[in-house]
């Protein structure tokens, strides 16, 4: 067995007029940082990375072109007024810097080029060549994650959620971004009976989520990137939903068979909270703990059979 691959990193930084920060070197690992400047930065701030890496920049509000400066390789761009929610893709072997002189906010994502590379080859697609540069970018896609990495708040999600993440921005920036031929063959589909069964059993052991997809794929003797695309061509979901979906599906029989507290059923079933449990068994349930527990707890089922009788 490798090292243990470093878990992915989920934070938010405010910088103001007093920060020191001048440089930053991501390390082997995905990341989502969002970051806030509240004024002017005493100087600019350069990106690098320890691995071969893009940088996605996901602008949250707009930001005026007067006040904002940015180098790619050295050289200044020469972006316009950036409305929100525009994207930046850069090469951090480029080490990009930036420098503005009043405040704005912008969401950060470090993704590797080994986990591109993966996905390209898992979802039959030649080896891309370099990324194309964007800068200030209209991309859907690449927004529609920004906006739900800056409303996120409360616990860090599951490491699973955040391993998938990677691999979604990889196979758009792939896609979009990398000039992605098809191969004539592509890869063979789902998983074989034997790694069904061991992946399920050990998701149905672990409903706490802390769990990466790199267990998983060592599980069925997978590589990652291979792994997530037969989890998903098997059970038509991400292993993060299945997981989900398992939880639900034990909080329902806590619900159904015993008067526990609905914060003790959150945390028997691997939920940080009570309100991230409400939520989570609203959207898959359709309707919140409560009322799903009068209306299918044992209880409840006796009432109904004594209307119906």
Wanted: proline letters at 5%; aromatic letters at 6%.
């Amino acid at each position: 067995m490798g090292r243990a691959p470093l878990e992915p990193w989920l934070n938010s930084m405010e910088l103001d007029e007093a920060a020191t920060l001048r440089s930053h070197r991501y390390s082997d690992r995905f990341s989502a940082v969002r970051v806030a400047t509240t004024g002017r930065l005493p100087g600019a701030v350069q990106k690098s990375s320890s691995v071969t890496a893009a940088l996605v920049s996901v602008s949250l509000a707009p930001i005026a072109a007067p006040s904002y400066r940015l180098w790619v390789d050295g050289k200044r761009m020469m972006p316009r007024e950036i409305p929100a929610f525009r994207a930046h893709v850069i090469d951090l072997a480029a080490e990009p810097a930036m420098w503005a002189d009043r405040g704005f906010e912008v969401v950060h994502f470090h993704v590797r080029r080994a986990v591109i590379d993966a996905v390209a080859r898992e979802l039959g697609y030649e080896k891309i060549g370099e990324l194309r540069v964007a800068v200030a970018e209209e991309d859907a896609v690449l927004a529609q994650i920004a906006r739900n990495v800056g409303r996120h708040s409360g616990p860090r999600p599951p490491l699973l959620a955040l391993d998938q993440l990677e691999l979604t921005l990889a196979a758009h920036l792939m896609q979009r971004y990398g000039n992605a031929r098809r191969r004539a063959t592509p890869r063979p589909g789902g998983l074989a009976a034997w790694q069904r069964l061991r992946v399920t059993e050990f998701l149905r052991e672990r409903l706490d989520g802390k769990v990466r997809l790199a267990e998983l794929a060592e599980l069925c003797e997978l590589s990652v990137s291979r792994f997530a695309h037969s989890f998903k061509t098997t059970f038509g979901v991400s292993a993060h939903h299945f997981l989900l979906e398992r939880r639900i599906e034990r909080a329902r029989e806590l619900l159904a068979e015993s008067k526990a507290p609905l914060s003790d059923i959150a945390s028997q079933c691997g939920f940080a909270d009570q309100a991230a449990f409400t939520r989570t068994f609203h959207r898959i349930a359709g309707a919140s703990p409560g009322r799903w527990r009068r209306e299918h707890g044992a209880l409840g089922s006796r009432l109904e059979r004594a209307r119906t009788t």
